[in-house]
């Protein structure tokens, strides 16, 4: 099991589900593909959203295609190289979800009754400061769908 000896080391155990290949183009033409660099910033901002320290959290990467790790230098990572179900339970056991806008983090996060932190180009973590992090809720900023413009 991939989290059993992490949460032995680290204060924190946060997955992080970085949808790629179809979200990089196709997909609303790029609009929710975040790219490593873009996703590092998150991460930092969650750190600072906890006040915990790189050294207690691990992040647990997990995507359909390969992640340059390089990118991630400074924070604690590990790269899930399981199939789509295998890394689902990952997520799952982890005690945070960051990830894409996609159904796939937010049912990982829901079967682990963990909460489920969504990428966005600006994070609005006081939302989530008004939110019970230590176990799952509706994440209303999750929707696929614009609000109709009325």
């Not at 000896?5 to 609303?28: A, C, M, T």
């Amino acid at each position: 099991h991939l989290i059993l000896p992490l949460r032995q080391q680290y204060k924190k155990v946060i997955g992080v589900h970085i949808r790629q290949s179809d979200y990089k183009k196709l997909f609303e033409n790029g609009k929710y593909y975040f790219n490593e660099q873009e996703v590092i910033k998150i991460l930092d901002e969650y750190l600072a959203f906890t006040g915990l320290k790189n050294s207690e959290v691990i992040f647990v990467l997990c995507s359909e295609e390969k992640i340059d790790t390089d990118y991630f230098k400074g924070l604690e990572v590990i790269v899930a190289k399981g199939n789509e179900a295998e890394d689902l339970f990952s997520l799952a056991s982890c005690d945070t979800i960051i990830g894409s806008r996609s159904t796939y983090g937010p049912w990982a996060a829901l079967y682990g009754n963990i909460p489920f932190i969504m990428f966005e180009r600006e994070m609005d973590w006081d939302y989530y400061r008004q939110k019970d992090m230590d176990r799952y809720f509706d994440n209303e900023k999750v929707g696929m769908l614009e609000p109709a413009v009325q």
